[in-house]
């Protein structure tokens, strides 16, 4: 779907019913979207009307409109868009910029967060500065002492970045479309910043084994300063079927096609690395680190609350390994990420820290979150919510304090778990309305 607003007065004037009853526009006051905290609650992944909890649209600068009963919502609008430089270069003036995007002038936090006119200016030449640098991006142009993703931030961050997450005003941070660049640069580059500090440090621990190296631009880095590295992956970017890196990324160095766990096996008394393992693939950390019969193992990413590396992978380090060294790493706004070098213990002991359900005391698979199906069939809640894959529970109290218009959107959400005994075209609990 185009990022234009529909046109016709059927989808921009007209407030038919929506599913579940509620009549839009049978509110008194106008159609708001609902705020929480400042922000906008999402229910499904789109704003709701904070009169009647059915979902809204933008229709114009600071104007909403309720979505008409069995339309998809639509996944672009023009006044919602991340901030481009195509489209600023295009609006001379603020106030060419404060019509296109009012959403940043004006955002739904309050002054606090809106992009000024200082912002603005700033924001406009950091993008020049940053798209003209990223042609540079070339395997073949790479140094000695080069690390091109750290030039990159630096000129998103007005200067050399530090160790942990920067920081930037929210106006500004929303002028550069931080979360764009993450994706932009994470999947031609790295998920994790390397700065010298971390290679020097991989580097000292060489012969290394890169696993899940990805574009293989830590290992490029690592051979550019010195460093014997292999670099595995079990679907390198060339290959396609990459879900982290696009097809036309980089490729750094030559990443062979192997899942980390047949290459530690075969390659033995190489150090190995995992930089930024999934979440959700034991494989590719937990089970490369129980394959994995070294000393030492280099560890990139969050702790277990993190995005990255299973349950397992966090729970075999804490028990079987001892923290050696940490180096803090330049990372994005609420990715705190770090280099960590383990060292083996002596004896190993086996994971009994097995996760059991909060209602009955039973085992769960483990990473679990929430009651067990057991203990959800025989003790219903009062509404839950399929989100992400995962089963959340809200209780009775927690429903009863919710803003009305919350507690009807989640109730007609077509990610609503049917409570046992429930048929499929009953009415949500009578408490909710």
């Known amino acids: 779907m185009s990022g234009r607003e529909p046109a016709g007065p059927s989808l921009a004037d007209a407030e038919p019913p929506?599913?579940?009853?509620?009549?839009?526009?049978g509110h008194r006051e106008g159609v708001r979207p609902l705020l929480l905290g400042g922000r906008r609650a999402l229910v499904d992944g789109h704003p709701i009307c904070a009169g009647c909890g059915a979902a809204v649209v933008p229709r114009g600068p600071d104007r909403w409109r309720h979505l008409?009963?069995?339309?998809?919502?639509?996944?672009?609008?023009?006044?919602?868009?991340?901030?481009?430089?195509s489209e600023l270069r295009e609006l001379p003036t603020y106030e060419d910029f404060a019509a296109r995007y009012p959403d940043a002038v004006r955002p739904a936090g309050g002054l606090a967060g809106a992009t000024t006119r200082q912002d603005w200016i700033e924001g406009r030449r950091r993008l020049e500065?940053?798209?003209?640098?990223?042609?540079?991006?070339?395997?073949?142009?790479l140094g000695p002492a080069d690390n091109p993703y750290l030039e990159l931030?630096?000129?998103?961050?007005?200067?050399?970045?530090?160790?942990?997450?920067?920081?930037?005003?929210?106006?500004?941070?929303?002028?550069?479309d931080l979360p764009g660049r993450r994706r932009e640069l994470s999947g031609r580059l790295a998920w994790a910043i390397p700065n010298e500090a971390a290679l020097a440090c991989v580097a000292g621990h060489s012969p290394v084994l890169d696993?899940?190296?990805?574009?293989?631009?830590?290992?490029?880095?690592?051979?550019?300063?010195?460093a014997d590295v292999r670099a595995v992956d079990t679907a390198p970017p060339a290959s396609g079927g990459n879900r982290y890196h696009p097809a036309d990324a980089h490729q750094w160095v030559a990443v062979e096609r192997l899942n980390t766990e047949a290459a530690v096996r075969a390659d033995p008394?190489?150090?190995?690395?995992?930089?930024?393992?999934?979440p959700d693939d034991d494989a590719a950390g937990y089970g490369a680190l129980r394959a994995y019969?070294?000393?030492?193992?280099?560890?990139?990413?969050?702790?277990?609350?993190?995005?990255?590396?299973?349950?397992?992978?966090?729970?075999?380090?804490?028990?079987n390994w001892t923290l050696d060294e940490d180096f803090g790493l330049p990372s994005w706004?609420?990715?705190?990420?770090?280099?960590?070098?383990?060292?083996?213990?002596?004896?190993?002991?086996?994971q009994r820290g097995l996760d059991r359900c909060p209602g009955c005391g039973r085992f769960q698979p483990v990473g679990a979150i929430g009651r067990c199906d057991r203990c959800f069939a025989a003790r219903p809640p009062a509404l839950a919510i399929r989100v992400g894959g995962r089963r959340v529970e809200y209780p009775q109290h927690v429903v009863d304090r919710m803003p009305p218009a919350l507690r009807v959107a989640l109730a007609d959400s077509p990610n609503r778990i049917r409570l046992p005994g429930s048929t499929p075209d009953q009415e949500p609990p009578r408490s909710l309305r």
């Open 293 to 319: 019969r070294g000393d030492t193992v280099l560890y990139v990413g969050g702790d277990q609350d993190g995005p990255t590396g299973t349950t397992r992978l966090h729970r075999e380090l804490a028990l």
């Open 333 to 350: 706004p609420g990715v705190p990420d770090r280099l960590t070098v383990w060292r083996r213990k002596a004896t190993r002991r086996p």
């Open 129 to 141: 500065a940053y798209h003209a640098a990223l042609p540079d991006l070339d395997p073949s142009r």
């Open 18 to 25: 929506v599913a579940g009853g509620i009549a839009p526009g």
């Open 153 to 176: 931030v630096a000129i998103l961050t007005g200067g050399p970045p530090g160790v942990g997450p920067w920081r930037l005003a929210p106006g500004l941070a929303r002028m550069l």
């Open 68 to 85: 008409p009963a069995g339309r998809p919502y639509p996944r672009r609008s023009r006044w919602l868009a991340p901030i481009t430089l």
């Open 211 to 226: 696993g899940g190296a990805g574009a293989g631009y830590w290992a490029a880095l690592l051979r550019m300063r010195g």
């Open 269 to 278: 008394d190489r150090t190995l690395l995992l930089c930024w393992p999934p």
